[in-house]
């Protein structure tokens, strides 16, 4: 593939990324945050395997980049515990992660995936019960 052809499909793909992020709502936004990290994960897994060392970098590097998004996006105001576990939780998945990136470790990205797995899973399976209460208006929408 020509460099034009990878760099107008790349600028193709960021477009449309950036479509689905202008119109989504705050669920939606995690969980393209969530699907996005476990993306950069699995990303990182083959550039492990296949010993790309600078793409290998750049995976991990988004994968942690996404994690202080999720971080950053708790309200710790509203059920601080559950939001302070979760803030640990991403924490550490960080932790691990900066540990699988140095040391080649699979199990520990094993861990990560794991661990992020049902907070993903839960979270689109949500979706419906909060657009019904996003339509009777008993969840403020983000603005």
């Known amino acids: ?3 034009m052809m990878r760099n107008g499909s790349a600028l193709y793909a960021q477009t ?3 479509g689905s992020v202008e119109g989504a709502d705050r669920h939606q936004l995690l969980a393209m945050l969530l ?3 476990v993306d950069r994960m699995t990303q990182a897994r083959g550039h492990i395997l296949h010993k790309d060392m600078p793409a290998k970098g750049h995976a991990f590097s988004k994968a942690i980049g996404i994690l202080g998004e999720l971080r950053a996006s708790l309200d710790h105001s509203v059920e ?3 939001t302070g576990r979760l803030d640990a939780l ?3 998945i960080t932790r691990r992660l900066l540990h699988a990136q140095l040391n080649d470790d699979l199990r520990a990205l094993d861990e990560c ?3 992020i797995a049902p907070i993903r899973q839960a979270w689109h399976a949500i979706r419906e019960p ?3 209460e996003m339509a009777k208006g008993k969840v ?3 603005t």
Do not use: F, K, N, V
């Open 130 to 132: 909060y657009l019904a």
């Open 16 to 18: 449309r990324a950036q």
């Open 1 to 3: 593939m020509s460099y």
């Open 80 to 82: 601080p515990t559950l």
């Open 113 to 115: 995936e794991r661990l």
């Open 140 to 142: 403020q929408a983000a």
């Open 90 to 92: 991403y924490d550490y």
């Open 35 to 37: 699907d996005g990290l």
